[in-house]
């Protein structure tokens, strides 16, 4: 069984400070771990993942996150905000084989919130 | 390449009613999925084809849910009778087969009333 705890559904910064959007998963296999942005209307948008390479995954839009085993944590950064990054973000996690690979479990989300 | 089409983008149904939505994946894609995403949560998978069987369907409430995929490209997600709490966006996603991350299509937002 595998699950994904968002901490925060909300979050709010000011244009040009750090963004952080934590990330804890569960997983019963060696995990897969992905961040998913959703614009308002829109379909999800991959920004990054993890497939038990690097596990300082760099993505998208100037986004990255890094896996910590022992913390059990995928955590998405970026060091400057931007007015365009207000949106949804999803963190979702699949198994690295058997009959979960592929199929993602997501989280609850949570929404950034970009200030000028 | 063109991203997945989903249609409609939009529907409001009466309680009992049935609805349909489409969803035509990107070409070569083996695998596609459906999701229901109910406001305020992340999507949860319903259903998953690979060409055109069904590959998990455990999370499908088949009593009024159905879906296929004819010939292993196109599929219809069918609900009869809709109930309110199935106001949701329903996403479709494709993949080539074994491949992670998928693409999303926009969604089919239903409300039920």
């Known amino acids: 069984a595998q699950s994904v705890t968002q901490l925060g559904s909300h979050v709010s910064v000011s244009e040009g400070a750090l963004v952080l959007l934590r990330c804890n998963y569960s997983s019963s296999v060696p995990p897969y771990l992905f961040w998913y942005v959703q614009y308002p209307n829109q379909g999800l948008q991959l920004l990054l993942k993890?497939?038990?390479?690097?596990?300082l995954v760099k993505g998208i839009n100037g986004f990255e996150a890094e896996f910590k085993k022992s913390e059990t944590s995928f955590h998405l950064t970026k060091p400057s905000a931007h007015m365009s990054d207000a949106a949804e973000y999803f963190c979702a996690v699949s198994g690295a084989g058997g009959t979960s690979y592929g199929k993602l479990t997501f989280g609850q989300g949570t929404i950034l919130t970009v200030h000028p | 390449e063109a991203g997945v089409a989903q249609s409609p983008r939009y529907k409001i149904i009466e309680k009992r009613q049935s609805v349909a939505f489409w969803c035509n994946p990107i070409?070569?894609?083996?695998?596609l999925y459906w999701y229901q995403q109910i406001l305020g949560q992340g999507p949860k998978l319903l259903i998953q084809?690979?060409?055109?069987?069904?590959?998990?369907d455990s999370q499908l409430p088949k009593d009024r849910f159905s879906a296929e995929r004819l010939k292993g490209v196109d599929s219809t997600l069918k609900i009869q009778p809709a109930k309110l709490e199935d106001s949701a966006v329903y996403l479709c996603?494709?993949?080539?087969?074994?491949?992670?991350?998928?693409?999303f299509g926009s969604g089919t937002r239903l409300t039920v009333v």
């Open positions: 070409s070569g894609h083996a695998t």
């Open positions: 993890y497939t038990s390479a690097a596990t």
């Open positions: 084809f690979q060409n055109n069987g069904v590959v998990d």
């Open positions: 996603a494709s993949s080539l087969r074994d491949s992670l991350g998928y693409t």
